[in-house]
């Protein structure tokens, strides 16, 4: 017999849900009292949340509890990052129907300790309700070190445009998931086949944490994680900073060649349908949700492991904002297209 969550008290519960835990450096008292103690050497903290929804941030025909604990995690994480902070402590706020198998909460809870355990984060702490469908909130805090934190605000005209993480794959695993024509097991973690890395980028991201405190270090202008898209997300460091942003073409090709192979399955070559590379470009322009880190430099500096300069940022000449090779990207279908 299948063990359900209203097969259990709260206690009981919280018994098997709680030891899966990460615990952290920075913990001093973790779950089991009132509330956590989290120490702050830095004497400021970094603090961000985020929710997920079932059936509007995910489903959970797709996603394992595994997949849903990664990804909560992982755009958190990736918020703190963006700052260039290191992740420390994440409050769990869950609720879950009383149907749910157990099981799948303990998959949540291994899924939030395999994306922190990079970064020496714990969940220190939340609280469990009962709901009419799976919601995930996390609250994520963490250290600067005693760097400044990078805001949007900073790019100045003659910075180089920056990016880490991959581009465009989590659209592409989503747009192959809902045509039907890849099933989420292929995306499964150790999954090897052609569109692994497409359905289990979309399922279970995996932000670059270290390169937001590489970039903090380097003298980074103005940083976020692209959660919305890259032409999006670079539009809100332009409009932040005052400046325009211009993106080169020739430097988008590789993300381009990453993600065509998702593009070629799902087809396209009639008159109605774009073509297969019009397809990958809109991911990578438009596709959301991978949690790669953008970022400006000063030109003088050597960018950090891990990232790929992408363009450049030029005084302001009035909307828009941002262009690829000097002109308005003709697609930019992806903005919200791919919203799961
Ligand atoms: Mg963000």
Do not use: K
Not at 36 to 50: C, E, L, M
Not at 166 to 181: N, W, Y
Not at 203 to 226: F, Q
Request: aromatic share 4%; hydrophobic share 50%; with cysteine.
């Amino acid at each position: 017999m299948t063990l359900r969550v209203r097969d259990l008290d709260e206690s009981g519960l919280l018994a098997r849900f709680v030891p899966l835990l990460p615990g952290g450096a920075a913990t001093i008292v973790g779950p089991g009292d009132d509330a956590a103690v989290v120490a702050a050497p830095d004497g400021r903290y970094v603090v961000s949340t985020d929710v997920l929804v079932e059936d509007l941030h995910f489903r959970r025909r797709w996603s394992t509890g595994y997949d849903v604990g990664v990804r909560a995690a992982a755009q958190n994480l990736a918020d703190v990052a963006a700052m260039g902070g290191r992740p420390t402590a994440l409050v769990v706020g869950l609720a879950v129907p009383g149907d749910l198998e157990v099981a799948w909460v303990e998959d949540l809870a291994r899924g939030l300790a395999d994306a922190c355990a990079p970064v020496g984060a714990a969940v220190v702490g939340g609280d469990l309700s009962g709901g009419p469908v799976v919601m995930v909130s996390v609250a994520v805090h963490g250290d600067l070190g005693g760097r400044a934190p990078v805001l949007r605000s900073g790019a100045r005209p003659g910075d180089v445009v920056a990016h880490a993480g991959v581009r465009g794959r989590s659209a592409a695993g989503l747009a192959l998931l809902e045509a039907g024509v890849v099933s989420p097991e292929e995306g499964a973690p150790g999954a090897a086949g052609p569109y692994a890395a497409f359905v289990g980028g979309f399922l279970r991201p995996a932000p670059p944490l270290a390169a937001g405190i590489a970039a903090d270090d380097a003298g980074a202008t103005a940083m976020l994680d692209v959660s919305d898209g890259l032409l999006r997300d670079a539009g809100r460091i332009a409009a932040a900073s005052g400046v325009g942003i211009d993106l080169d073409g020739g430097a988008l090709a590789p993300y381009v060649d990453d993600v065509l192979a998702a593009a070629v399955r799902l087809g396209g070559s009639s008159a109605t349908e774009p073509r297969a590379v019009d397809r990958a470009l809109a991911w990578v322009l438009g596709g959301g949700e991978d949690h790669g880190l953008l970022a400006t430099f000063p030109p003088e500096v050597t960018l950090p492991a891990g990232f790929e300069a992408i363009g450049s940022v030029l005084v302001a000449d009035g909307a828009p904002r941002v262009t690829v090779d000097g002109a308005v990207p003709a697609d930019a279908r992806g903005w919200d297209h791919f919203r799961a």
